[in-house]
């Protein structure tokens, strides 16, 4: 009777293993998503911000060296984890089941769209899907709890703290726009998008304070200036009367310019003398020929973008993967001066005005 009682024991024991695994088991589900079907909800109200004047970005920007960007963007780690998760020929497995996203793969409709996965986030607990679409590219939002899921334009990056996300592509590829988003309860609430008349942003980041860093490209001549914007300033409204990458240029200096000076020619090693001649046409853009006799000595001439930073222009060209042959314009008492590692003379010299 007692070995009776135990088989009965055991058997029900396991029935409710059995049970409760089938109950485990159901709560797994199985997700086609196909883009031109569902209903999507886009995370981002641009419309109520671009094109008025009080969220133009350029009255926040303050102007910084690359020096400096280069240092921020080097200690700048966006929290994206792409192999925590198996993104495998368009499926995806979530914490609460499979996702099968559904591709067109027609390029010339409009219902193409295909895509990649660009990491999980823990900040916001949530998978970045990139959609490529046939009218470009926007980027999915989808919760790793529940099927939930929104759009955004672009990869959303992380402040340090994690209070705060931002993003800056438009459909385009380009920018001339950041949203913003505050983080709350592991969720993006966007709330203000800052835009541009003037510049196209290349670039932007996080500082290790929750400030904006900015690369950024002026819209007419193509000019580089580096830029940071402070989230205390655009939390408060608090914005200069100008932009500061205006209101710092100096005088006009469109005009011509001449030098010979001594250097070591990238030919031989041996010493040289070495015209350069400028052509400014704003503070934004010069064209620099140089005189020599050896194509390695005159090859980085040519288009160079200016910056400028307490007065000083910045010029560099297309042998940009070093500062060697970059050079630098300052203007005092009405000598223009000029100075380059190029040079033997790494001092300022004095520039000829023609």
Known sequence: MKNLIALLLIFCILSCKKESDNLHNTTIKDYNFDYNKEKIIDLEKTE???????YEFDNYLK???????TKDSLAYQNSLDSKQYVFKNNV????YGTVKFVPSEDKDSDTFVNYSYSGFSDV?????INLNLYEGEKTLLLSNQNYQYTTISSTPFFSKSKNYALNFKNADGLSSQVSLYDIKNKKLIHFITIWSENYLTDNVFWDGNDNMILKIRKNDSGAISYA????????????TTESSVEKNKTQDWKGEYQITTKAISNYNQKEIDLLYSISLKSNESAVLSIGADQTQDYWCEGDYYLTEENGVLKATGKCDENDINDFYLKQENGVYYIKSKRFLNKDWQVLTKE
């Open 48 to 54: 109520s911000f671009v094109g008025k004047e009080q």
């Open 63 to 69: 102007l910084i060296s690359k020096e400096e960007y």
């Open 92 to 95: 995806l497995q979530t914490a």
């Open 124 to 128: 916001i607990d949530s998978h970045i």
């Open 228 to 239: 940071k914007i402070l989230m205390s300033d655009i939390k408060s409204g608090k914005k």
